[in-house]
């Protein structure tokens, strides 16, 4: 018996296999739905229907105050810049330092109280009851201020911080960078069970050395079990769910975007602050958030 020809039907089980690995390839990366952003194409403050801010002094022994001043976050060009200054003493409220509030009296011991001391003062936005959710795809093109002391950072925290308090409603920092080290940047989860003050945080760090010449995409991408850190089209890091407790994983809850910039502080000022490097920029072309 003659054997039958097989060659179309090879080349047409060749084209299929092509074809569904081709859909099965656009399908996945089709899988993100943009859900929120902000392109900054517009001219002032950052818009008060996507942005809430931070005030005051807040945490980690920092040295800087945060306020809603144009000066320290502002819109231009298409970018969205938090600007860090550095002032005398003299410049000042003198009325700041006589004010009954701890914190206050904790910053101005911290800054001194002599005209030639130094304070300093900056911006963090939030998506804090503007828009919080669960899981999904977060994007953030950057450029970072450079020079010791600075300490940018771009991360979410829990809904539930005013409930659980933290480590307990989850932190992931998708971008940390501090000023003395110029040619890193850092990823970290926090959880009840994970958290710098047990000295265990789950982290991931990667070189890179023009932060401050250029733009970078940081991502992360967070589901039910995973959370994937990426520095442009590189995953430098993966955590992956290590039990079912909410002390283990609180990231089934929804939590919110920060983006701010510190100045000192436990870690950012671990090498002390130089003040020549002022005023610092952190310069922020887009945010993305998409979801499945």
Known sequence: ????????????????????????????????????????????????????????????????????????????????IIEAHQQKRADANTNTCTSSNRIIQWWCRKTGSKQEAYYYTSASLTTQSRFEWTHGRIEVRAKLPQGRGVWPAIWLLGTRIEEVGWPATGEIDIMEFVGYQPDRIHGALHTGNRN?????????????????????????EWSSDTVEFYLDDQKYFIYQKEGGSAADWPFDDPMYLIINLAIGGGWGGKEGIDRAVFPQQFLIDFVRIYQH
């Open 1 to 80: 018996m003659k054997k039958k020809k097989t060659t179309g039907f090879c080349s047409v089980r060749v084209w299929l296999t092509l074809f569904t690995l081709f859909v099965s390839h656009v399908s996945s990366a089709s899988e993100w739905k943009l859900v929120w952003q902000d392109e900054f194409d517009y001219t002032g403050l950052p818009d008060n229907k996507k942005w809430n801010y931070e005030e005051g002094y807040i945490r980690n022994s920092e040295l800087q105050t945060y306020t809603r001043d144009k000066q320290n976050a502002r819109v231009e060009d298409g970018i969205l």
């Open 196 to 220: 710098h003050k047990k000295g265990n945080a789950a982290t991931g760090s990667i070189s890179v050395s023009d932060t401050g010449k250029n733009f970078h995409t940081y991502a992360v």
